[in-house]
């Protein structure tokens, strides 16, 4: 008798050890379209020394940029099937999975007042409800939000572009989201969705005439070098958001959760810092590329794009939330 006790003692042991050593052992597979060593890239090398550091090594973080494992829909798609852990994208990519249309909402143009307002709109708790209500419906959380982006723009190879109807008849590439195609097409733009490593390629080839990204992505991704108009629209503030399986979430302990969110919340500090100083330079490498830089008329902009909201409005998102957020910010 007591060498059964003895026996199974001895399992139970061997059990809890190999329990130990699995939770000890923690490898997160973390990808993005991001481009490496942009300030976006940097965000992630950053959230992984941290959790490097604070786990003592028993956690590993494993990153890949440029789309190396997916680009965005393959990486909310890898989260949803479990191949993907980790992916850092815009706030608004979520807003295609079932029950999180309300984040579209995000990308809305003129929805912020400016980088400050949407980092503060993003973080609080209008946003917080959605990110929980999208984690429930699409298995897929947004944990941290944390990276200034910097303003969209609008880049082309014809111009400059200073009104609206500058645009009509244009081919550009337009992020392959609803709410972005609707916005274009209200100015007559003829939108071609590809994705981040076809644009350079599609705008050399004349196959698209221009698209919308800031500084970051843009510079980042050398689209100035074939695409010399840039008009200063700032109708978009997007920040970088830290995506998680939510079947990997839910096996975290609460430890490894704080752990998470405080490397969110470092490299989500470190992006802003180096988006702003890119930001700074941003313009002098322009002008050093010979491209033509203009500030349109961004009210003329935003009269066009007013009505966009309207068929989303208690359809894809609650009835008032635009309100709402607007009325929110200082």
Known sequence: MNFVKVLRSAVLIAFLCMGQAHAANLTVRFGTPFVTNSNLHKAMEKFAEVVAKESGGTIKVQIYADSQIGDIQQLIAGMQLGTVDMAYLGVGNAGQLKGCGPLNVSYLPYLFKSKRAAEDALNGPIFQELYEQCAQSANVRIFAVGGDRSPRAIVTTKGPIMKPGDLNGMRLRIPPIPIF?????????????????????????????????????????????????????????????????????????????????????????????????????????????????????????????????????GKVWPEGLVQRIKAAQK
């Not at 970051?216 to 700032?234: I, Y």
């Not at 920040?239 to 470092?266: C, D, H, I, N, S």
Request: net charge neutral.
């Open 181 to 313: 195609r609707e916005t274009f097409e209200a100015v007559g733009v003829k939108v071609v969705p590809l994705g981040l490593n076809e644009v350079y390629m599609a705008l050399s080839r004349g196959q698209v005439e221009g698209q919308d990204n800031g500084f970051d992505l843009t510079l980042s991704f050398r689209f100035h070098e074939v695409s010399k108009f840039w008009s200063a629209t700032d109708h978009c503030f997007d920040m970088g958001a830290f995506y998680v399986a939510e079947r990997k979430w839910k096996m975290f302990t609460p430890e490894q959760k704080a752990l998470f969110k405080r490397a969110a919340a470092e490299g989500g500090k470190l992006a802003t810092q180096l988006g702003e100083e890119f930001d700074k330079r941003g313009l002098e490498e322009l002008r050093k590329a010979g491209v033509n830089y203009v500030v349109p008329d961004r009210a003329a902009f935003e009269k066009a794009w007013a009505n966009v909201y309207r068929s989303y409005e």
